[in-house]
């Protein structure tokens, strides 16, 4: 863990830091998005954005190989 930064004491997101520009891919394994606010420093993993995702198609599609038979 690093220090504390700039969101540790943030409770609210301005519509700025939570609406996103743009979305570039990067590599074949995930995306960065740009966000209003000018940040564009996350790149996300498309099998982590799965993982979060609840829907049917997502879940099947993050289950581990041996266990989707
Ligand atoms: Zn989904």
Redesign the pocket.
């Known amino acids: 863990m690093g220090r504390p930064g700039k969101m540790a004491d943030t409770t609210e997101l301005t519509p700025e830091q939570v609406n996103m520009s743009q979305v570039e891919a990067v590599g074949l394994f995930g995306i960065r998005p740009y966000w209003q606010d000018g940040h564009n420093t996350g790149i996300f993993g498309l099998r982590y954005l ?1 993982s979060l ?7 099947a599609a993050s289950l581990p190989h041996t266990a989707r038979t």
Do not use: D, F, K, P
């Not at 995702?53 to 879940?59: G, I, L, T, V, W």
């Open positions: 799965r995702c609840s829907c049917e198609e997502c879940a």
